[in-house]
Structures are given as structure tokens and as C-alpha cells.
């Protein structure tokens, strides 16, 4: 069996009583030669590097160009007053989104989920769901398995690249990683995690790429954050038993259809949405014309 669709994905689990994590690990581990001991250290090290942009984002990072920086710093401290609205896990989520999102902005090393652009939304809802349920790292691994299958069918079905299908294709494929992950963690069938995959593409259905002076911080950072709200919402919605009307693999295919209808201007080409509103032109024009400071280069 290959990683094809969602649908096959939770029959396979659903007839062998295992979760789409454990089954992902196994077709890998035939088609890869390798053993699931040796799948699971390669998957270990990348939840290491997850829990390092973390630690290194809350300690405050700048972007090269300067633009963006040190707002997951922010979210800490206003967690930890009582001002946020919001409780757990979502509050801590959202940190953790910025603060990876914001070491990628630094140059610093992340784990591309599916891509850069959107490589805080699963580190930040795994590891705040992992902390609030108590999952051992045994589980946070299966749990990136799923997430690498939901991957894999959006892969295979439709594409993960912002400047195929806008962001959409980024955010939207993190955020339904994350939500079938949550779900898996919070014990949730094969069926309900391929729930939470449609909600979560379904939430974010048609959001345009349009990085301010081509750069992947504004809003992309702020987007990532606003994406673990989205997951997390589709995988309470799955696990509450709220079925979704249109199968996963179809809301997937018809993600790939809207984002070729897209204007190439609202691709990730800078040319519309937020990059062309009066202060996204100033700031791309400053950009242009000044290299990056000594001591915002000093962040990477």
C-alpha cells in the first residue's frame, strides 16, 4: 500500500486497529529498506530540531532584514500576566508558531512542515497538545508520522508550494499536519483525523500568498499563528465526532483547483495583497535601497 489518498489511509488503519501514524511508519519502513528503530531516530531528530527553534525563538530572534522578530517573546509574557483571552493549548501554540516561524525569518534551523514558510504551525500545536495531554515522545513520533502521511497526500493529490496554489497550499497543509496530529495524540480514530484534515484545509480555503517585498515574514509569520487556532479548532471539531460533509481527499483536490484559479499576483510573487498596499511598497522600497543592519544580520 502507498501513501496515496486519506481515504485508503484510514481503511488501512481503521481494518488493522492501528492509527494512520503507525501505518505511515510501516509503509515507510517497507519502501525505505529501513527499520521503524531507525525511521523512528530519523523522526526523532527533527522533533529535536522543533523543540530547538522553540527554546531559541522565546529567547527572541530579528529577521536579517529586521521587519520581524521577538513577538513570540511578547505572547510569553502576556501569557504569563493573564492577558491573553484564550487558554490552553492555544495560547502556548501560538507562541511556539512565532517563535519557530521567527528563527526561520533569522536564518536559523527549522524543520520545513511541509515548508518553510509554514514551519511553525505543526511544531506548535504538537508539542502544546503533547505538553497539555502528557504525550511521551514515543507518541509525539507516531503522531509526526501522521502528519508526514497527511503530507504526503497533499503532496501526491495537489502541492504543498505557495507559488502553485498560494498559501493555502502552505498554511493550510501545516495546519491539517497539525490537526491530524492533535487528533492522533488526543487518542482520535483514523476517521476522525482525516475530519480534522478537511475542517482544517476547509478553514483555510483560498488564503492568498503575498509576502511583503518577497520575504517570508509579513504576514507569513503572523499566519502561522493564526493557522494553530485553525488546526486545533478542526481536530476539537473531529474529535467532538462532527463529521465533514466533503471527504478530505476531495476538499484537497478542490485546494489544488482553487489555487490555479488563482491570479498569479496573489502566487507568492509580491505583486498583489498585502505586498501592494501603501506600506508594504514603502517597506519593500527601504529594503531595496539599504542592506541589511550589522546587528540584525547579527540575529541569524
Known amino acids: 500500500m502507498a501513501i496515496v489518498t486519506m481515504a485508503k489511509l484510514v481503511e488501512e488503519a481503521s481494518s488493522r486497529g492501528m492509527t494512520i501514524g503507525a ?13 521503524v528503530d531507525e525511521l ?39 501569557q504569563s500576566k493573564g492577558l491573553l483571552i484564550s487558554n490552553e493549548p492555544l495560547n502556548t501554540a ?9 528563527v526561520n525569518a533569522a536564518m536559523g534551523r527549522i524543520v520545513a512542515a511541509p515548508t518553510g514558510g509554514s514551519c511553525g504551525i505543526l511544531p506548535g500545536v504538537l508539542l502544546s497538545v503533547g505538553k497539555r495531554l502528557g504525550s511521551d515522545d514515543d507518541a509525539l513520533l507516531e503522531a509526526l508520522f501522521a502528519a508526514g ?9 495537489s502541492t504543498l508550494a505557495g507559488a502553485a496554489a ?27 483525523c482525516a475530519n480534522a484534515v478537511a475542517f482544517a484545509f476547509k478553514g483555510l480555503l483560498g488564503l492568498v500568498c503575498d509576502p511583503v517585498a518577497g520575504l517570508v515574514e509579513v504576514p507569513c509569520i503572523k499566519r502561522n499563528a493564526i493557522s494553530v487556532s485553525v488546526a486545533l479548532a478542526a481536530a476539537d471539531m473531529a474529535l467532538a465526532g462532527i463529521e465533514s460533509v466533503i471527504p478530505a481527499d ?47 544580520a547579527g540575529h541569524k
Do not use: F, W
Not at 502521511?149 to 493529490?157: D, E, F, M, T, Y
Not at 498583489?272 to 539599504?290: D, F, I, N, Q
Open 149 to 157: 502521511a497527511v503530507g504526503a497526500v497533499v503532496a501526491r493529490s
Open 166 to 192: 498560494g498559501c493555502q497550499a502552505e498554511c493550510g497543509t501545516g495546519a491539517a499536519m497539525a490537526a491530524a496530529a492533535a487528533t492522533q495524540l488526543a487518542h482520535g480514530s483514523p476517521h476522525q
Open 23 to 35: 501505518l505511515a511508519r510501516e509503509v515507510e519502513a517497507r519502501e525505505s529498506g529501513l527499520s
Open 40 to 78: 523512528n531516530e530519523k523522526m526523532r531528530k527533527r522533533l529535536e530540531v522543533m523543540r530547538q527553534s522553540v527554546a531559541a525563538g522565546l529567547q527572541g530572534v530579528r529577521s536579517r532584514s529586521g521587519l520581524t522578530g521577538e513577538d513570540a517573546v511578547k505572547m510569553t509574557k502576556a
Open 250 to 296: 476531495e476538499v484537497i483536490e478542490t485546494m489544488g483547483i482553487v489555487g490555479r484559479d488563482m491570479p498569479a499576483s496573489l502566487r507568492e510573487t509580491a505583486l498583489g495583497g498585502l505586498a501592494v498596499t501603501p506600506t508594504g511598497k514603502r517597506l519593500a522600497r527601504e529594503l531595496a535601497s539599504a542592506p541589511p543592519s550589522d546587528e540584525a
Open 94 to 102: 501560538m507562541a511556539y508558531a512565532l517563535a519557530v516561524a521567527e
